[in-house]
């Protein structure tokens, strides 16, 4: 079955303690993103990454870092996570104009 | 960067009635496209409308591209419960190939 699958799905962390969202794809996309969900906000681009080894900045990239080692996984990471960063992360992948995504991972930071 | 508005941002409505929402640039688009997201769920891919003035209908959702391709719409006609969720819009605009800008969304409440 095709899809995008992220990990954690749930997750309360403390300010500054670093973790990684995790985001692996099956269907061989080149091209795959990170969104941020708030309310009133719809979806912002944080990240996004044309292919292996090729990643640019979206809307909203400051306090995030990705990486694209290989094709199937887009992992986001925060380096010092904030409670401004408290959202419902989606990642998502391409082929065409048509775009997959992940089933959300909602993070809080307190 | 670029900007879509939508509105509106909530819309209750009885079961049975229409529904519309609509999604303004104040830039010409390159393509637009309308996703739906359930409740707790992620969004999911509609369609896409290309061209300048291009209407596309899904059983009763119908679609529509402005002439400009500045605006677009999604009405849904005889609303049912199973219609409840945020739908969005997000556009390229003909600048840019690859930046995706999402409307804010509307949530859609059905009443039955």
């Known amino acids: 079955e095709a899809q995008v699958t992220q990990n954690p799905r749930y997750l309360i962390t403390v300010t500054g303690k670093k973790l990684t969202v995790t985001c692996s794809q099956n269907?061989?996309?080149?091209?795959m993103s990170w969104y941020r969900q708030d309310p009133g906000l719809g979806l912002r681009q944080i990240y996004y990454s044309m292919n292996v080894e090729v990643t640019d900045k979206g809307d909203v990239p400051e306090g995030y870092k990705v990486s694209r080692k290989e094709k199937r996984n887009f992992p986001l990471i925060l380096e010092s996570p904030s409670p401004n960063q408290t959202s419902l992360y989606f990642c998502a992948s391409k082929r065409g104009h048509t775009i997959y995504f992940g089933e959300g991972s909602w993070l809080t930071v307190v | 960067g670029q900007q879509v508005m939508q509105i509106p941002q909530y819309q209750h409505v009885q079961e049975g009635e229409d529904f519309t929402t609509y999604c303004n640039s104040s830039?010409?688009?390159?393509?637009i496209q309308w996703y739906k997201q359930r409740p707790g769920g992620h969004p999911v891919f509609l369609i896409q409308l290309v061209k300048s003035g291009e209407v596309k209908k899904q059983k009763r959702l119908t679609f529509q591209f402005g002439e400009a391709k500045k605006n677009s719409s999604l009405h849904i006609t005889a609303t049912q419960t199973t219609d409840v969720g945020t739908y969005f819009c997000a556009a390229i605009s003909s600048g840019s190939a690859r930046q995706l800008t999402f409307g804010s969304g509307t949530q859609l409440t059905v009443l039955p």
């Open positions: 269907m061989n996309h080149e091209y």
């Open positions: 830039t010409t688009l390159s393509n």
